[in-house]
């Protein structure tokens, strides 16, 4: 069946780096755009960034812009999300999403959490 | 960039009663508009996609409705299963930007 699976979670200070990954199975990777989403405890969702199923294009939402990267690997079958100069407020649970015509979120991962604090 | 206000922010009702969920956006959203369904501790799920489409394994009860500013989530009839929190989901044109309601909490009253 479809299912995406993130790893890389985990505690950093403020200032720190971390790489999140998610894996997918159970359709064709290399043919659908990728999306991570978070949420930060007791929140709402925000998007944080697409990249288009060949790599070239890629968008993210102003509050990680020329701080996180997302990358993929299409022979792997992975979207990762390079995320650097960690600030208190990226704080919540990434989830990793497959793209809808670039119009909706569909599938989701079970998301993996990130905390940044002193 | 297109701001998403749902309401209510809480809805209080009853298995089997109708429940009507509001999403307006603070312009005129020219891409379609999507509802997630998340329960405590999951991850958000799709419900309906281009406005009126229910997506994979949603039950009927389920619709979607709306254009330009107002758009709407229908559960006719509430089941026990149906209480969690709903967001809605719109992409702005160029560059593709994405931004989500604030939600609504459909409890159990």
């Known amino acids: 069946q479809v299912q995406l699976v993130e790893s890389g979670g985990g505690a950093v200070q403020p200032g720190g780096s971390l790489r999140l990954s998610c894996a997918a199975s159970g359709f064709v990777f290399s043919n659908y755009g990728m999306h991570w989403v978070r949420q930060a405890p007791g929140k709402g969702l925000e998007w944080v960034a697409f990249i288009r199923s060949d790599e070239n294009d890629k968008y993210y939402a102003d509050s990680v812009k020329g701080r996180f990267t997302i990358s993929r690997d299409n022979s792997n079958n992975t979207v990762f999300l390079e995320m650097k100069t960690l600030k208190t407020e990226d704080t919540g649970v990434y989830f990793c999403?497959?793209?809808?015509?670039?119009?909706?979120?569909?599938?989701w991962g079970q998301g993996t959490l990130v905390s940044v604090s002193s | 960039e297109i701001v998403l206000t749902q309401s209510p922010a809480i809805l209080s009702l009853s298995p089997g009663e109708r429940a009507t969920l509001s999403c307006r956006a603070s312009q005129s959203v020219s891409s379609y508009l999507a509802w997630y369904q998340q329960k405590p501790g999951q991850a958000p799920r799709l419900l309906i996609y281009?406005?009126?489409n229910r997506a994979t394994g949603i039950p009927a009860r389920f619709s979607g409705s709306g254009s330009g500013t107002d758009f709407t989530l229908t559960i006719s009839s509430l089941e026990p299963d149906d209480f969690a929190l709903y967001y809605c989901?719109?992409?702005?044109?160029?560059?593709?930007?994405?931004?989500f309601g604030q939600g609504t909490k459909l409890e159990m009253k």
């Open positions: 281009a406005t009126s």
């Open positions: 999403a497959g793209d809808g015509f670039e119009d909706w979120f569909d599938p």
């Open positions: 989901q719109q992409r702005t044109s160029w560059p593709p930007v994405y931004s």
